[in-house]
């Protein structure tokens, strides 16, 4: 079965950074895009970084120069590095990859910048 799960959140002052992770197990994240999502209290859900499998990035403009997201194949990991934390940042942040028609979303994990 193919999950996605992430790590890196928590709670860090304006101007901080932060690295969050997303690991696939059961599916190769070599193989397709994957992208970072976030959603914030009344808002709804983001885009907030891509990485194609040939590696082409993609941001929205609200983090670009701010955010970078990577891939390293031989851990199945992608990366959302953060750098310049700003308050309305502060979202649950979602993986998402397709596999074999399937649509795989990993749980969560929660960033919560202070001003």
């Known amino acids: 079965q193919v999950r996605l799960v992430e790590s890196g959140g928590g709670l860090v002052q304006a101007g901080g950074s932060l690295r969050l992770s997303c690991v696939a197990s059961?599916?190769?994240?070599?193989?397709?895009?994957i992208t970072w999502y976030r959603q914030a209290p009344g808002k709804q859900r983001e885009m907030v970084a891509d990485?194609?499998?040939?590696?082409?990035?993609y941001y929205r403009d609200s983090v670009k120069g701010r955010f970078t997201i990577s891939r390293d194949n031989a851990k199945n990991t992608v990366y959302l590095q953060m750098n310049s934390l700003k308050p309305e940042d502060t979202a649950v942040y979602c993986c998402?990859?397709?596999?074999?028609?399937?649509?795989?979303w990993g749980q969560g994990t929660q960033v919560t910048v202070s001003s």
């Open positions: 998402y990859g397709p596999f074999d028609n399937y649509h795989y």
């Open positions: 059961g599916a190769l994240i070599s193989t397709t895009a």
């Open positions: 990485i194609t499998s040939g590696g082409s990035t």
